[in-house]
T-cell receptor, first 112, second 107 residues
Framework: GVTQSPTHLIKTRGQQVTLRCSSQ?????VSWYQQALGQGPQFIFQ???????GRGNFPPRFSGLQFPNDSSELNVNALELDDSALYLC?????????????FGPGTRLTVT | GQSLEQPSEVTAVEGAIVQINCTYQ??????LSWYQQHDGGAPTFLSY????GLEETGRFSSFLSRSDSYGYLLLQELQMKDSASYFC????????FGKGTRLHILP
């Protein structure tokens, strides 16, 4: 399945954070989402074969990487209090967003 | 703009049938997905409609009307374990999710 690390994280405003995701075996597309409490997942960006091929309405301080082994990272610079949320990664096969994505358990980020 | 609308909460009785509606307004459309998320858990895929009509998967069915920009998820023979949040998601060049519907089930 899809795994994410760490499970929980507490950071201070202005700091930088890196979240990690390991996709399901055989999946070459990974998407990252931000989910605030009581809200639906908001699309941050998507990577296919190590290239970003879709981005939501998030500022450039949200960046990512996808590695050849289909693991990926989400980096957030200059953390703000509103960045506190559950960050989900989801993997799927194919180039575009699949209708069936496999989500990881998420990383709960708290910014103080 | 792009938006999806779902009821914030729905309550039903164990053993009954419940329908969760979703209306959407998006620039592109390839299909409508439904996901279930239990508290503290990850969203899990339930169903997908690319064409108009009803798709049935066990106790869960999903319906789509592209002309009405409308779909619904139907849950039959409700069980207590179905208590969760349900999200509809529109697929175009990415997947956009609604805010979710919290399903409460009464014994």
């Amino acid at each position: 399945g899809v795994t994410q690390s760490p499970t929980h994280l507490i950071k201070t405003r202005g700091q930088q954070v890196t979240l990690r995701c390991s996709s399901q075996s055989g999946h070459n597309t990974v998407s990252w989402y931000q989910q605030a409490l009581g809200q639906g997942p908001q699309f941050i960006f998507q990577y296919y074969r190590e290239e970003e091929n879709g981005r939501g309405n998030f500022p450039p301080r949200f960046s990512g990487l996808q590695f050849p082994n289909d693991s990926s990272e989400l980096n957030v610079n200059a953390l703000e209090l509103d960045d506190s949320a559950l960050y989900l990664c989801a993997s799927s096969s194919g180039q575009g967003p699949s209708y069936e994505q496999y989500f990881g358990p998420g990383t709960r980020l708290t910014v103080t | 703009g792009q938006s999806l609308e779902q009821p914030s909460e729905v309550t039903a009785v164990e053993g009954a049938i419940v329908q969760i509606n979703c209306t959407y307004q998006t620039s592109g459309f390839y299909g409508l997905s439904w996901y279930q998320q239990h508290d503290g858990g990850a969203p899990t895929f339930l169903s997908y409609n690319a064409l108009d009509g009803l798709e049935e998967t066990g106790r869960f069915s999903s319906f789509l009307s592209r002309s009405d920009s409308y779909g619904y998820l139907l849950l039959q023979e409700l069980q207590m374990k179905d208590s969760a949040s349900y999200f509809c998601g529109v697929r175009d060049d990415k997947i956009i999710f609604g805010k979710g519907t919290r399903l409460h089930i009464l014994p």
